[in-house]
Each structure stands twice: as structure tokens, then as C-alpha cells.
């Protein structure tokens, strides 16, 4: 009786162990599947000057995007308009920095959409200049379902001087920003809180490594850098495709 509980206690055991591996397999061929799918198609835009490109300023603000094409796409697509001239704007100068990468501005328009609805969470929206109408502060990351981050910045961006945490329309964190932080608007700050500014650091960042956003490799590889989730890559792959769709 006792070789058989024993051998009862195995089975069970042994049918755990395969049940849990057999999870974990299909998990990782989904995730592989997913990063494997083609990337979203490059919608198209129609800019009427391109301003001189530099390594951290530039103002994007304008005379870059065509105000028709402007007009008509933010109605498709629900995109604010002042949001998509940013995000146009910013693909476009992102690519001439960084021929190789070719971003889409609606990549960069999905990325802005799953971080902060483009600049309205939490009621807010964004000035005629691309200033968001109010702090967008992401939670604090202390491990808590997110990662941990410890402070990096003294609280001077998020205004937590014990955990960091994700800023702006476009949602980065301190160091982050501290690497990949563009002047988008020519006024000689670096503010995550301007859309200008946020959408021209994302693009450039999602171009850093000499990705080809055009390959599925390489643009999913650009989003996961910008947040390691399949769940936060499926989302943005559906809408950049939704927004490709709608231009």
C-alpha cells in the first residue's frame, strides 16, 4: 500500500513538472511567433521642408508636415493633430539621422497611443507648442508589478526622490532620458513633458543599433527596448498596423 501511495505521489508529481514544461514551451513558440510576425507597413506622409538635423536639437515644430496631409490623417485616424505632427516630424528626422532605420511616424504614433492616449491621460491634453496641459507621471517603480528602479534623478523629472518613474506623453524613465533626450523644438531644453521633444527622443531611440525597422527582427527588437512585454509589442503592432490602415 505504501509503493503505491509513493507511486501515486510521483505520477502526480511528474505530470506537474511535464504540465508546467509543456506551458512554458507553448509560451515561448508564442512569444517567438510574435516577434517573428512582419512588422507594421510605414504609413505614408507628406512633409512640405525638412529642418537641419542634430545630434540632441532641432526645431520640428514649423513648416515640416503638410498642413492637408495633416488635417485629413488626424481625422482618419483620431490622432490629435498637434500629437501627429510630432510623431511625423519625428520619424522623418529620425530616418534622415539614421537612413537604415526607417521608422514609421506610425510606429512612433502607436508607441504614443499605448503610453499616455497622446498626451490625455488622465484628462490631459497638449498645447498649441506641444506642451502636455499637466504632469504625466507614471507609477512609481518599486518592484510592485513593475521593475525596480531605485532613484536615479533626486525626484527633478518624476518628482520621486525614492523610486523613478516613467515621464511624459511618451513615458520615459529618468536615465532613460538622460541618454536619449532630444530638443525637439529648438528651444534649448530637453523636456520629456513636450510632445516635440518626447516623439523625436522615441524615434531616435528606437532607431539606436542600427535596427531596420522594416525587417521583424528589427522592429520588434526597437519596441521590446522600449518595454520588454510581448503583451506591450502586441499592442503596439495592432496599432500601428490599425493606424497604417486608416492614413
Same mark, same amino acid.
Given at each position: 500500500? /505504501?509503493?503505491?501511495?509513493?507511486? +501515486?505521489?510521483? %505520477? /502526480?508529481?511528474?505530470? %506537474?513538472?511535464?504540465?508546467?514544461?509543456?506551458?512554458?514551451?507553448? $509560451?515561448?513558440?508564442?512569444?517567438?511567433?510574435?516577434?517573428?510576425?512582419?512588422?507594421?507597413?510605414?504609413?505614408?506622409?507628406?512633409?512640405?521642408? /525638412?529642418?537641419?538635423?542634430?545630434?540632441?536639437?532641432?526645431?520640428?515644430?514649423?513648416?515640416?508636415?503638410?498642413?492637408?496631409? @495633416?488635417?485629413?490623417? +488626424?481625422?482618419?485616424?483620431?490622432?490629435?493633430?498637434?500629437?501627429?505632427?510630432? #510623431?511625423? +516630424?519625428?520619424?522623418?528626422?529620425?530616418?534622415?539621422?539614421?537612413?537604415?532605420?526607417?521608422?514609421?511616424?506610425?510606429?512612433?504614433?502607436?508607441?504614443?497611443?499605448?503610453?499616455?492616449?497622446?498626451?490625455?491621460?488622465?484628462? $490631459?491634453? @497638449?498645447?498649441?507648442?506641444?506642451?502636455?496641459?499637466?504632469?504625466?507621471?507614471?507609477?512609481?517603480?518599486?518592484?510592485?508589478?513593475?521593475?525596480?528602479?531605485?532613484?536615479?534623478?533626486?525626484?527633478?523629472?518624476?518628482?520621486?526622490?525614492?523610486?523613478?518613474?516613467?515621464?511624459?506623453?511618451?513615458?520615459?524613465?529618468?536615465?532613460?532620458?538622460?541618454?536619449?533626450?532630444?530638443?525637439?523644438?529648438?528651444?534649448?531644453?530637453?523636456?520629456?513633458?513636450?510632445?516635440?521633444?518626447?516623439?523625436?527622443?522615441?524615434?531616435?531611440? @528606437?532607431?539606436?543599433?542600427?535596427?531596420?525597422?522594416?525587417?521583424? $527582427?528589427?522592429?520588434?527588437?526597437?519596441?521590446?527596448?522600449?518595454?520588454?512585454?510581448?503583451?506591450?509589442?502586441?499592442?503596439?503592432?495592432?496599432?500601428?498596423?490599425? #493606424?497604417?490602415?486608416?492614413?
Amino acid at each position: 500500500m /505504501l509503493r503505491l501511495k509513493r507511486l +501515486a505521489v510521483f %505520477c /502526480l508529481f511528474a505530470t %506537474c513538472v511535464i504540465s508546467g514544461l509543456l506551458f512554458w514551451a507553448l $509560451g515561448q513558440s508564442g512569444a517567438a511567433g510574435l516577434r517573428g510576425q512582419p512588422p507594421p507597413p510605414q504609413a505614408g506622409m507628406k512633409l512640405t521642408a /525638412l529642418p537641419d538635423f542634430s545630434a540632441r536639437a532641432v526645431d520640428i515644430t514649423d513648416g515640416t508636415v503638410d498642413p492637408e496631409w @495633416l488635417a485629413r490623417t +488626424a481625422k482618419q485616424t483620431g490622432i490629435p493633430a498637434r500629437a501627429l505632427q510630432a #510623431y511625423a +516630424a519625428a520619424a522623418e528626422l529620425a530616418n534622415t539621422a539614421t537612413p537604415a532605420c526607417r521608422v514609421g511616424w506610425n510606429t512612433v504614433a502607436a508607441i504614443g497611443f499605448v503610453e499616455s492616449g497622446h498626451g490625455s491621460h488622465g484628462g $490631459g491634453s @497638449l498645447s498649441g507648442t506641444g506642451q502636455a496641459s499637466g504632469p504625466i507621471i507614471g507609477p512609481s517603480l518599486d518592484g510592485g508589478g513593475f521593475a525596480a528602479i531605485p532613484d536615479t534623478d533626486d525626484g527633478v523629472l518624476d518628482g520621486d526622490a525614492v523610486w523613478d518613474r516613467a515621464v511624459g506623453p511618451m513615458q520615459f524613465i529618468p536615465t532613460t532620458w538622460d541618454l536619449a533626450g532630444r530638443d525637439g523644438n529648438g528651444d534649448g531644453i530637453a523636456d520629456p513633458l513636450n510632445i516635440d521633444d518626447a516623439a523625436l527622443s522615441a524615434a531616435s531611440y @528606437l532607431c539606436r543599433g542600427g535596427r531596420d525597422l522594416t525587417t521583424a $527582427g528589427g522592429w520588434s527588437g526597437a519596441v521590446l527596448s522600449y518595454n520588454q512585454s510581448d503583451t506591450y509589442l502586441r499592442q503596439v503592432r495592432d496599432q500601428a498596423n490599425e #493606424y497604417a490602415a486608416l492614413s
